[in-house]
């Protein structure tokens, strides 16, 4: 697999001036190398276009005519050295430049969270309508929260909700802290190191959220080699998957006030899901930007689902 360029070859900036140069190069070279997409981008040109803005000091989305707009020497230079890093690296681009987008928000990342990337996103911006009244949700808990983007979007988007962020992992928390502060959101979200609910008092929620852990071992040693740079912790579950998202499920009835929902992210667990939780009337919801795997129970569906259990 290509990882450079050949020794005989120019300097890879040699003949290359404008953005739209530099971005065409880049996919290019991502492309040949086989480099993989899925953290933020799922396609060579728009993550080139991501890397070469933010080393330009550039927002998203360009205006039509920066593209033509020509790089100094110096911009050359540094513009090549990160598109060359992505492929020497195979490090997801968010962990390159420190930062992710969610919800149309940023949120600062590294390797101790995963790279913020779920279509639970598109739920959050809308504020879990029609499955809830907004106005009625004043307490959210978001479970398994590395990063905090899902509670801190929350928060963003209900302004009128207290925002509780678990994880089990110090190191997320430490993230989802700065991201907190980053927000200035220090009034209404808290972090709260966690083992899903054993660490909370006897809160109840109007919407718990979660995108946890939740994938089978068999899946995790095929993954492609960007995924290898996040945290082992916030993707491999056991029990094909759902060890995590079973006692997200099982505890929720008590955590939930009446009429409130619980969101799950599963992913490539779906039918895993859907055969776990069979005796459970399952929404599997769909988004208008793509992504699946995303189920929600009504608190008092979870309460049905419990009684037929004991």
Not at 222 to 246: M, Q, R, S
Request: glycine share 8%.
């Amino acid at each position: 697999m290509e990882t450079a360029e050949s020794s005989s070859d120019p300097h890879p900036a040699e003949g290359l001036s404008s953005v739209v140069d530099f971005v065409r190069w880049g996919a290019s070279r991502f492309t040949r190398a086989g480099l993989h997409f899925g953290h933020g981008t799922d396609n060579a040109v728009d993550e080139a276009l991501l890397l070469v803005a933010h080393e330009l000091g550039l927002s998203l989305p360009l205006p039509p005519e920066f593209f033509s707009a020509r790089l100094t020497s110096v911009e050359k230079g540094r513009v090549t050295r990160l598109l060359e890093r992505r492929v020497a690296e195979r490090r997801p681009a968010a962990y390159l430049i420190g930062e992710a987008w969610f919800a149309g928000l940023s949120f600062a990342v590294d390797e101790r969270v995963l790279v913020p990337r779920s279509p639970i996103a598109e739920l959050v911006e809308a504020r879990f309508e029609p499955w809830i009244d907004p106005d009625r949700i004043i307490r959210v808990l978001d479970l398994c929260t590395g990063s905090g983007c899902i509670g801190i979007a929350c928060a963003h988007y209900l302004p009128h909700a207290r925002v509780d962020l678990t994880d089990i992992s110090e190191d997320a928390l430490a993230v989802a802290d700065t991201n907190i502060c980053r927000h200035h959101l220090e009034d209404r979200v808290r972090s709260i190191r966690s083992d899903v609910y054993d660490a909370l008092d006897e809160e109840l929620y109007d919407v718990i959220v979660s995108n946890p852990p939740y994938v089978a071992r068999e899946e995790f040693e095929l993954l492609p080699e960007e995924f290898l740079h996040e945290p082992e912790i916030g993707l491999l579950a056991a029990d094909a998957g759902l060890a995590v998202v079973k006692r997200i499920v099982e505890g929720a009835a008590k955590r939930l006030r009446p009429g409130g929902i619980l969101v799950v992210e599963v992913g490539s667990s779906e039918l895993a899901a859907a055969e776990a939780f069979s005796s459970l009337p399952l929404s599997w919801l769909e988004f208008d930007r793509g992504g699946a795997g995303v189920f929600l129970l009504t608190c008092e569906q979870l309460a049905t689902g419990e009684e037929r259990r004991e």
